[in-house]
């Protein structure tokens, strides 16, 4: 069979007349590779991983950073989601601030993981994303401040991305004008949300 095939190959290479039909249809076909090759946007990650799992004997362990003891006290600037948008790292002379719950973040240190163009999370920068921090989705239609239909499951893990931020980025300010079904939820105490037991690892 593979005689036969080689066989027939060589014929059509043969023919002159053979040779334009075929550099004919192989042009086009190699032009369409090249451009799916350079020009394919890049696949982005659907979901975000979650900032603790759970461990044999109820521990939790973070594949996260560790917890920083340097963090500056948390000040409560007042935001509305508006003025938010200006912090989402389009403009490099700005911090980017990250919001859930209505605690803003600073975030700016992961510039390159939040920020544009490129960051994966990009899509939670200069908005309050709560809804996405507990459905761990990276959708843009998921990045919303109102997270009032969460499920328990969701606004368990909700709560931990909560106290992971809490732990290790700056608090630089507050959502002043969050979705009414939440807004009296906003700023819980710090003891709130940080009753889970946790034991840092990598990175």
């Given amino acids: 069979m593979l005689q036969c095939i080689q066989s027939s190959l060589k014929d059509i290479l043969n023919d002159p007349n053979n040779l334009t039909w075929v550099s004919g249809a192989l042009v086009p076909l ?18 975000i991983t979650r900032p603790t799992v759970s461990q044999p004997g109820g521990t939790r ?11 500056a006290p948390p000040r409560s600037d007042p935001f509305t989601l508006q003025e938010l948008k200006r912090y989402d790292g389009t403009d490099a002379s700005l911090p980017i601030y990250v919001s859930i719950k209505g605690t803003i973040f ?9 920020g544009p163009p490129t960051g994966s999370y990009r899509v939670f920068a200069g908005k ?10 990276l959708k843009e239609e998921d ?4 997270w009032s239909t969460l499920e328990p499951k969701y606004l368990k893990t909700l709560n931990e991305w909560y106290t ?24 819980p105490t710090a003891t709130e949300s940080d009753d889970l037991t946790e034991v840092t690892a990598v990175i």
């Fill in 61 to 71: 362990t973070t594949i996260m950073s560790p917890p920083k003891a340097d963090l």
């Fill in 128 to 137: 309050d994303a709560s809804k996405a921090f507990g459905l761990s989705s």
């Fill in 106 to 114: 600073d975030v700016t240190s992961k510039r390159d993981v939040y």
């Fill in 30 to 47: 190699v032009i369409g590779i090249l451009y799916l090759k350079f020009n394919a946007a890049p696949q982005r990650p659907r979901a």
């Fill in 143 to 146: 990045a919303d401040p109102d």
């Fill in 164 to 187: 992971f931020f809490r732990k290790r980025y700056n608090v630089v300010g507050r959502v002043v004008d969050m979705p009414e079904p939440v807004r009296h939820l906003v700023w």
